[in-house]
């Protein structure tokens, strides 16, 4: 979105130091990711954005968004750099349907849930992107950052911007949704994740249920038919309501098959009509991912030939269900972007329907999960053995007697030996484990 320093400014209260007619298009918080023109936001965080300006400079910032003037690069000055992205945010939405296509105003589709919602963005901004031209958040740019940025990024003659929104508690989800108002909502799943801080599952369901709560009557909510909290929301809007799910739902995956490579064939039904998909993506619960995805872009207007094109081409973002063959041929399906127990027994279940001799799960901790902590990491144990894979649990004992500990990512490949065509390793855990490196080192062999 282009936008000028003098429309920067009045938006945001700040003070202009530079050219009123210089124009910045779009905006980052990542001196690294930084495109020539961009809007630098300096931020402050674990990490102070001020401290970064040098390199947005080089990078070829356009202007930045800062709280202290900066000699020699065009800026405005606020009191809260992270204030002033919120306002230019929401500025950036009212933009998209000041611009609109066609007579069409834009469809903003929010994403939520415990687990799925960013596979799920992904898997709609390919369904959408075939017929109408689309935005989506960046990898899981979900939260009061990652939001306006989303927005800011999107282009003017966007029609579809699809907006991940995640919460750490109540509230989280209702302000995301003042800001980018959404039109339609998808909540995937209601699971123990992030248990910690919000402190029961239910809490958890009100959190997320947020979402629809803000559609508007001419707005449509997306629910999993799968998951009885998420259903239990059509209660909770005003809104159309669209369910979903595999064998169940409006839009729904039926006959679900999975490859040698633990990609899913299903025929897609939906009220618009039907059709055959094969997903380049893995794993049985992306198929009930993509149902959800073809009925929310569905609702925004996306031709039915277009999604079951794009759900076909679509790819998720790093680090979800990889899978890697060596030149030994050990398989690795690399899930570590995250671990909560839901996403953790699906991906138990597809370690246990890849072809092998020899199956090994390396997880880490789930994080944040309070008081449920112990009782999950020994349900998850228990599930690995009931489906006959070897557990190696690093720098943890929570999984208990079920799991063999190791010290590190080193600790593992010493533990998992010489491996080969018969073998298949899963690799999964919490993002702050780091685990990732250890699905590069056995694809590197």
């Known amino acids: 979105m282009r936008l000028t320093l003098e429309e920067i400014a009045r938006v945001t209260g700040g003070r202009l130091a530079g050219p009123p007619g210089l124009v910045v298009d779009g905006a980052t918080m990542d001196s690294r990711a930084l495109r020539p023109g961009q809007l630098f936001v300096a931020l402050r965080g674990e990490r102070d954005g001020h401290d970064f300006v040098t390199e947005a400079r080089s990078s070829g910032a356009g202007a930045v968004l800062i709280e202290r003037k900066v000699d020699g690069l065009p800026?405005?000055?606020?009191?809260?750099s992270a204030v002033a992205l919120t306002a230019l945010g929401a500025h950036g939405r009212d933009r998209l349907d000041e611009v609109g296509v066609a007579g069409r105003p834009v469809a903003v589709i929010g994403v939520t849930g415990s687990v799925g919602k960013t596979s799920v963005k992904d898997l709609v901004a390919s369904a959408t992107a075939v017929s109408r031209r689309t935005a989506a958040s960046l990898r899981s740019f979900n939260n009061e950052v990652?939001?306006?940025?989303?927005?800011?990024?999107?282009?003017?003659?966007?029609e579809v911007a699809v907006i991940e929104m995640g919460a750490r508690g109540r509230s989280h989800v209702?302000?995301?949704?003042?800001?980018?108002?959404?039109?339609?909502?998808?909540?995937?799943?209601?699971?123990?994740?992030?248990?910690?801080?919000?402190?029961?599952?239910?809490e958890v369901a009100r959190a997320k249920g947020e979402l629809v709560e803000s559609l508007a009557p001419e707005g449509t909510a997306v629910l999993n038919l799968g998951d009885d909290r998420v259903a239990a929301m059509a209660a909770r809007t005003v809104a159309g309501v669209l369910t979903y799910g595999i064998d169940q739902g409006d839009v729904r995956a039926e006959g679900?098959?999975?490859?040698?490579?633990?990609?899913?064939?299903?025929?897609?039904?939906?009220?618009?009509?039907?059709?055959?998909?094969?997903?380049?993506?893995?794993?049985r619960h992306n198929a009930e991912n993509a149902a959800g995805a073809a009925a929310a872009a569905l609702a925004a207007g996306a031709e039915l030939d277009g999604v079951l094109e794009g759900l076909a081409a679509a790819t998720l973002s790093p680090w979800r269900m990889e899978l890697g063959v060596t030149p030994a041929g050990l398989r690795v399906l690399n899930d570590a972007y995250n671990a909560n127990p839901t996403s953790m027994a699906a991906a138990l279940e597809a370690l246990a329907a890849l072809e092998a001799d020899r199956r090994t799960a390396v997880v880490g901790p789930m994080a944040e999960l309070g008081a449920h902590a112990e009782a999950e990491h020994h349900?998850?144990?228990?599930?690995?053995?009931?489906?006959?894979?070897?557990?190696?649990?690093?720098?943890?004992?929570?999984?208990?007697?079920?799991?063999?500990?190791?010290?590190?990512?080193?600790?593992?490949?010493?533990?998992?030996?010489?491996?080969?065509?018969?073998?298949?390793?899963?690799?999964?855990?919490s993002r702050v484990a780091g685990l990732e490196r250890l699905a590069h080192l056995l694809l590197e062999g």
């Open 75 to 80: 800026s405005v000055v606020v009191a809260d």
């Open 146 to 158: 990652g939001v306006p940025l989303t927005l800011l990024e999107a282009p003017e003659d966007t």
């Open 174 to 202: 209702a302000d995301l949704c003042r800001l980018a108002r959404p039109t339609i909502g998808v909540v995937t799943a209601v699971a123990l994740a992030h248990t910690e801080a919000f402190g029961a599952i239910e």
């Open 256 to 283: 679900v098959v999975l490859d040698d490579h633990l990609r899913p064939s299903f025929r897609l039904v939906t009220p618009w009509g039907g059709g055959e998909v094969a997903l380049d993506v893995r794993g």
């Open 379 to 429: 349900r998850m144990a228990a599930l690995a053995h009931r489906l006959g894979i070897r557990l190696l649990a690093v720098d943890t004992d929570q999984y208990g007697p079920g799991a063999e500990t190791v010290a590190g990512v080193e600790g593992a490949l010493a533990a998992l030996g010489p491996l080969g065509p018969d073998d298949a390793v899963l690799v999964k855990a």
